[in-house]
Nanobody
Framework: QVQLAESGGGSVEAGGSLRLSCAASRIGYSSYCMAWFRQAPGKEREGVASIESDGTIHYADSVKGRFSISRDIAGNTLTLQLDSLKAEDTGMYYC???????????????????WGRGTQVTVSS
């Protein structure tokens, strides 16, 4: 079973930066997708960015040019760099993963079976 654990959340003023990490274990698939999602209070969980096992990256329009997703070669650590943060970026950020890559571009939470517990990001304006 794939296990995911996020870290690196915190509180920051608008315009600031944070770096989130996700430690992944037991991803035994040669083809897989890893992604970051977020959920604000009272809102649905939405996709932020994803990366395929071949390194192909996808971003939600709302974070393009401000967030950057990366992964180490072994696929054990997924990172999300958050720059130029806005108050609307506030929420719980989750790491997700699953087998295959055909769905990765869509950033749809229903396509992922493996989730971390999340890390809180709070941006004050």
């Amino acid at each position: 079973q794939v296990q995911l654990a996020e870290s690196g959340g915190g509180s920051v003023e608008a315009g600031g930066s944070l770096r989130l990490s996700c430690a992944a274990s037991r991803i035994g698939y040669s083809s897989y997708c890893m992604a970051w999602f977020r959920q604000a209070p009272g809102k649905e969980r939405e996709g932020v960015a994803s990366i395929e096992s071949d390194g192909t990256i996808h971003y939600a329009d709302s974070v393009k040019g401000r967030f950057s997703i990366s992964r180490d070669i072994a696929g054990n650590t997924l990172t999300l760099q958050l720059d130029s943060l806005k108050a609307e970026d506030t929420g719980m950020y989750y790491c997700a993963a699953d087998r295959g890559t055909y769905y990765c571009y869509a950033l749809n939470r229903h396509d992922f079976n493996y989730w971390g517990r999340g890390t809180q990001v709070t941006v004050s304006s």
